[in-house]
């Protein structure tokens, strides 16, 4: 999804992003999406409406595939799609995937919320969103924009953040976006 859609539901900061050498970057940690690097390019890391945070390269450097979520993850793909509370996925089995999956956590909120990337392919413009809070997953196989998008137009029905946190967000006068 192009990162325009983005921009009019979350106009980018007026001061540019900071210039990050994709380059240098995946060199180290391996490819990242397309949609992730052109997200980090327009807005650079950060806060989205006060809770949402999209994680720079340095994060995900950092955190890798080791987090605690991921066997958690790994228990639910053995439950089955039945087990936990899923959107975006018309096949539960998709959304849950495997025990055998990997996962590179690109950001959260501040709830015990944490997004992913399942990686099932080489090429990283294939890897599905997973974001998950326990027991729930929002599931979005387009990617990171594409979520964002549709979290943030409304078309998605989230189940793994609260019933109205967005528009508690923003009745509570949190900015549509803050670098950080």
Same mark, same amino acid.
């Given at each position: 999804?192009?990162?325009?859609q983005?921009?009019?539901?979350?106009?980018?900061? @007026?001061?540019?992003?900071?210039?990050?050498?994709?380059?240098?970057?995946?060199?180290? @940690?391996g490819?990242?999406?397309?949609?992730?690097?052109?997200?980090?390019?327009?807005?650079?890391?950060g806060?989205?409406?006060?809770?949402?945070?999209?994680?720079?390269?340095?994060?995900?450097?950092?955190?890798?595939?080791?987090?605690?979520? /991921?066997? @958690?993850?790994?228990?639910?793909?053995?439950?089955?799609?039945?087990? /936990?509370?899923?959107?975006?996925?018309?096949?539960?089995?998709?959304?849950?995937?495997?025990?055998?999956?990997?996962? !590179?956590?690109?950001?959260g909120?501040?709830?015990t919320?944490?997004?992913?990337w399942?990686?099932?392919?080489?090429?990283?413009?294939?890897?599905?969103?997973?974001?998950?809070?326990?027991?729930?997953?929002?599931?979005?196989?387009?990617?990171?924009?594409?979520?964002?998008?549709? *979290?943030?137009?409304?078309?998605?029905?989230?189940?793994?953040?609260?019933?109205?946190? !967005?528009?508690?967000?923003?009745? *509570?006068?949190?900015?549509?976006?803050?670098?950080?």
């Amino acid at each position: 999804m192009d990162i325009t859609q983005l921009t009019r539901l979350v106009p980018p900061p @007026i001061e540019p992003a900071e210039i990050v050498r994709w380059d240098e970057v995946e060199a180290r @940690i391996g490819k990242l999406p397309d949609d992730y690097k052109e997200l980090i390019s327009t807005y650079g890391p950060g806060t989205f409406w006060g809770d949402l945070t999209v994680n720079g390269p340095e994060w995900i450097e950092e955190s890798g595939t080791q987090h605690d979520l /991921v066997e @958690i993850l790994h228990r639910i793909a053995n439950r089955g799609p039945e087990s /936990v509370n899923l959107s975006g996925a018309p096949d539960g089995r998709a959304a849950v995937g495997t025990e055998s999956d990997q996962y !590179l956590s690109w950001g959260g909120a501040s709830g015990t919320q944490t997004g992913f990337w399942r990686v099932t392919d080489a090429d990283p413009n294939k890897w599905p969103v997973v974001f998950t809070e326990l027991s729930a997953i929002d599931y979005e196989p387009a990617g990171l924009v594409a979520y964002l998008v549709s *979290l943030f137009g409304g078309a998605f029905d989230s189940v793994a953040l609260p019933e109205d946190w !967005l528009e508690d967000s923003r009745d *509570l006068g949190a900015p549509p976006f803050e670098r950080g």
